[in-house]
């Protein structure tokens, strides 16, 4: 019963470098989304997905893509990692009807 | 379009105090509201939510919340406040518009509730 997974939890980057962030659910949700949280500004929609293989953007996309090829993994890509995407990434999932998300337990990004 | 105003970033209590967290929303539709609750390194916990029906409503720990429309609010309470209470809390709004909005989220700042002995 691992509700949503996220991996890595911690990733330090150089600018320029590129990396995949990997969530994963097993609740069989129909939902997935991806957020940025920083302090004093909340969490903010990177991208978002209504089902496999569909994505659409969020409040802040630029600098990021997504692909959820499997009903289960939502993946967010960097392609060319910038110190401003220094964030803490949270992957939320729900089924359609429903009122409310299941949280990740996060990825902790540093870019240097 | 939705958005969530929390007013104070920081708010600072004693044990056993009445805590109170302040949120307004704007929302163009009828909106679902939530508060969530972060402990230090951890991800988002759902304290409660409201959709419809009853305007006061009891979550974990508790805490309640009481919507109401007319003064767009949807503010936190607790009683007594307890040392284990200290976190960051989160409001946030979704658009009650038929799944239409897919279930999106907006996010307020955030309150980091302090608890001092």
């Known amino acids: 019963n691992a509700g949503v997974t996220q991996t890595p939890k911690f990733r330090v980057l150089k600018t320029g470098q590129s990396m995949t962030l990997l969530c994963a659910q097993d609740m069989n949700h129909e939902y997935m989304y991806w957020y940025r949280q920083d302090p004093g500004m909340g969490l903010r929609l990177i991208h978002y997905s209504v089902g496999e293989g569909t994505t659409a953007k969020g409040e802040v996309p630029d600098g990021y893509n997504v692909s959820r090829l499997k009903k289960q993994n939502f993946l967010l890509g960097l392609e060319s990692a910038a110190p401003s995407q220094t964030s803490v990434y949270f992957c939320?999932?729900?089924?359609?009807?429903?009122?409310?998300?299941?949280f990740g337990s996060g990825t902790r990004l540093t870019v240097v | 379009a939705q958005s969530v105003t929390q007013l104070g970033s920081h708010v600072s209590v004693s044990e056993g105090a009445l805590v109170l967290l302040r949120c307004n929303y704007s929302?163009?539709?009828?909106?679902?509201l939530f508060w969530y609750v972060q402990y230090p390194n951890q991800g988002l916990q759902l304290l409660l939510k409201?959709?419809?029906?009853?305007?006061l409503v009891k979550g974990i720990n508790g805490f309640e919340a009481e919507f109401k429309k007319s003064e767009t609010s949807f503010h936190l309470t607790k009683p007594s406040a307890h040392m284990s209470d200290a976190a960051e809390y989160f409001c946030?709004?979704?658009?009650?518009?038929?799944?239409?909005?897919?279930?999106?989220?907006?996010f307020g700042q955030g309150t980091i509730l302090t608890v001092h002995p």
């Open positions: 946030a709004v979704s658009a009650n518009a038929g799944g239409t909005s897919y279930g999106k989220l907006t």
């Open positions: 409201y959709t419809t029906g009853a305007t």
């Open positions: 939320a999932s729900s089924y359609v009807g429903t009122v409310g998300y299941t």
């Open positions: 929302s163009s539709v009828p909106p679902y």
